[in-house]
């Protein structure tokens, strides 16, 4: 358990505190969460600033944990595959509640999670076959436009909302559009793998 994988482990605990944050009955039992009013037309719960501000913090562990398990060769099977479980549950857990609470439309965490479940099958059939799938830019890219753009929608979008400009939902979008042009580009990268002969 060396330093990136135990940023990783941290990483699941602060997922699970912000899946109890917005999902736990807190006003049932009788525990009033605090209400910002921004503007007449903007008021602001307090419990997803509070997850928004983890989730940064998480998210932040996913890059940390990533450099200083490279530049320290502290790389292990391990922790490729704990991170990779990490980030998932990280990002579709969230983008699940904020789907179901209204802040975003359904069909982008449908597509996120269908994305990453192809995704994932081809880099098992890769790997079944020696081919290590490398993470494309394109993949970074649109990991970056949806970390920043779950983090904008946990704040309200604040403060582009108060000049009406969703750039939450401009940087999801872009995310989703990313995620499922880097879905084809794994394929294409690994079709011979996956329609291959098994020996």
């Not at 699941?12 to 037309?41: D, N, R």
């Not at 789907?99 to 880099?123: E, L, Q, W, Y």
């Not at 704040?155 to 400009?165: A, T």
Request: hydrophobic share 55%.
């Amino acid at each position: 358990m060396n330093l990136p994988n135990k940023l990783t482990m941290i990483r699941i605990f602060l997922t699970l505190v912000i899946i109890a944050i917005l999902t736990l009955p807190f006003e049932a039992a009788g525990i009033e969460m605090t209400k910002l009013f921004v503007s007449e037309a903007i008021v602001v719960d307090i419990k997803y600033i509070i997850a928004g501000v983890l989730f940064i913090v998480a998210s932040l562990t996913d890059f940390v944990d990533g450099y200083i398990a490279r530049k320290y060769n502290l790389v292990t099977d391990f922790g490729k595959m704990i991170d990779a479980i990490a980030d998932k549950i990280l990002v579709n857990s969230v983008l699940i509640i904020l789907s179901a609470t209204g802040f975003i439309h359904p069909i982008i965490p449908v597509i996120i999670i269908m994305r990453d479940t192809v995704v994932n099958s081809i880099k098992m059939v890769a790997g079944n076959h020696g081919n290590v799938v490398a993470a494309s830019w394109m993949g970074k890219v649109k990991t970056v436009c949806m970390m920043t753009g779950v983090s904008l929608t946990l704040f309200y979008n604040l403060p582009f909302e108060l000049w009406n400009l969703r750039i939450s939902d401009f940087l999801l979008i872009i995310a989703t559009v990313l995620s499922i042009i880097s879905a084809v580009q794994y394929y294409n990268a690994n079709k011979k793998y996956i329609f291959a002969e098994t020996k």
